[in-house]
């Protein structure tokens, strides 16, 4: 499994209405172990999230259901490989 940094760029006028949609497929993902974290920028502009898919195409297929995908709401995305190496989060090697 692969970790992914996805950032999305809102179409602000659409964003109020679908973000219960997306922040309820959001849960269920981290529910299922996909999504680490995630969250708007603090800028309001945006949101970042952390992903763990097989790879990229498995990655695309998981966010293109994302409700604010589907509902226009992403104005741009752009999603990056991620290696975590540290952090209190990474599972302790024996």
Known sequence: MAWFLV?????????E????????????LADQ??????GPLGDGSGGISLYQAADETALNEIIDQDPYHLEGVVAERTVREFKPVIGAWLPQEA
């Open 17 to 28: 209405d679908v973000r219960p949609r997306h922040r309820k497929f959001l849960s269920d």
């Open 33 to 38: 172990g996909v999504v680490a974290l995630g």
């Open 7 to 15: 950032e999305i760029r809102y179409v602000q006028e659409k964003l």
